[in-house]
């Protein structure tokens, strides 16, 4: 960012940016990733992903990833001799198979409990960086925010709609 001797480089986390018209919906030749009309989640259906990467490729966020395997985070090693997952990795691994195109999915499973519960990315950021909330709300926290802060959306010419926001 910047120009020289002034620049300097920024990070910026990219998640599935859930847009309101997905290209990654429109090449899936399965009809395995779909779009939650009712709350904007775009989402995969692994039972009929055949893995064919179309949506990677059609993804302007580079936000999917084909899961070749599922492995350990921690490998086997002199440390760690016993091999197997942590029981929070068995417990996450459940709903994952190998062989599949993943992305966020802003633990929908999580937005439709009952009570609602923000997705984890959000709840256990420590710095509260992250926010969720209604869009259409335009007295939500993160409706104010994006207006306060002039929230950007990542790549508008790709006419994708993102739901999705940056704050500088």
């Given at each position: ?5 002034a ?52 993804c ?36 994952f ?57 990542l ?14």
């Amino acid at each position: 960012m910047g120009k020289y001797p002034a620049a300097k480089r920024i990070f910026l986390p990219v998640i599935c940016n859930h847009c309101q018209d997905p290209p990654c919906r429109d090449v899936c030749p399965t009809g395995a990733t779909e779009k939650n009309e009712e709350n904007g989640i775009v989402t995969v259906d692994y039972d009929k992903c055949i893995g064919c990467r179309a949506c990677v490729a059609a993804c302007p966020y580079e936000a999917r990833w084909y899961l070749k395997e599922i492995r350990p985070y921690f490998p086997i090693s002199e440390k760690n001799p016993a091999p197997g997952f942590t029981p929070f990795e068995e417990w996450g691994y459940k709903k994952f198979q190998e062989g599949v195109v993943t992305k966020c999915t802003l633990c929908e499973e999580r937005i439709q409990e009952d009570p609602p519960r923000e997705p984890a990315c959000v709840e256990t950021c420590p710095t509260t960086a992250r926010y969720f909330g209604d869009l259409d709300d335009p007295t939500s926290e993160v409706s104010r925010l994006i207006i306060q802060r002039r929230g950007f959306q990542l790549r508008p010419e790709e006419g994708t709609d993102p739901s999705v926001y940056y704050i500088d």
